[in-house]
């Protein structure tokens, strides 16, 4: 399909280790987020790119976390040296620069033991 | 400090019957307001949205109520259907910024 891709669906990793997630947008789009979601929580803002902008990092928790965003196109969300509060579902969405519409992806559970 | 606010965490409705789910906000400069629905294991999809310039959007079974004056929103399900159980999000943004996400109420459609 043509929507927002995410991997991997399930992580499962130990505490102190690095993990990487990717997403996917859908074609065109030049907005991307990435939100966490914590078990019973709600919708937790991480980071946003908008086209060619500094992306906006203010939902970062810690300085252990990071993303990048190649033009347009793949994101990646990185989390370093792993502690048992990170785990949550990451999800990843995606717009157009017109349109306030966001399409998710159907997230990624990450799981530090 | 949270600028989108549902104070309902959950909601039970009989089916047939109206569902109202209710979210405040507190950004006088939020211009776009957006309800999402979330079914476990999957991620969020848009279900209908509000301009700041209008006070109603109605699509389908679903209509969005907005309340400039008092920052309030609503959204009413009419009839509700067994298929509305979900989480239910809403969201602001301000033209192109980050959209911000409140914590989400869940419906439960009771038989």
Known sequence: GAGVSQSP?????????????????ISGHTALYWYRQRLGQGLEFLIYFQGNSAPDKSGLPSDRFSAE?????VSTLTIQRTQQEDSAVYLCASRTGQAETQY???????LVL | ????????????????????????????????????????????????SISSIKDKNEDGRFTVFLNKSAKHLSLHIVPSQPGDSAVYF??????????????????????
């Open chain 2, 90 to 111: 809403c969201a602001s943004s301000f033209r192109d910024d980050k959209i911000i996400f409140g914590k989400g109420t869940r419906l439960h459609i009771l038989p």
């Open chain 2, 1 to 48: 400090d949270q600028q989108v606010k549902q104070n309902s965490p959950s909601l039970s409705v009989q089916e047939g019957r109206i569902s109202i789910l209710n979210c405040d906000y507190t950004n006088s400069m939020f211009d776009y307001f957006l309800w999402y629905k979330k079914y476990p294991a999957e991620g969020p999809t848009f279900l209908i």
């Open chain 1, 104 to 110: 998710f992806g159907p997230g990624t559970r990450l």
């Open chain 1, 9 to 25: 669906s399930n992580k499962v990793t130990e505490k102190g280790k690095d993990v990487e997630l990717r997403c996917d947008p």
């Open chain 1, 69 to 73: 965003r190649t033009g347009e196109s």
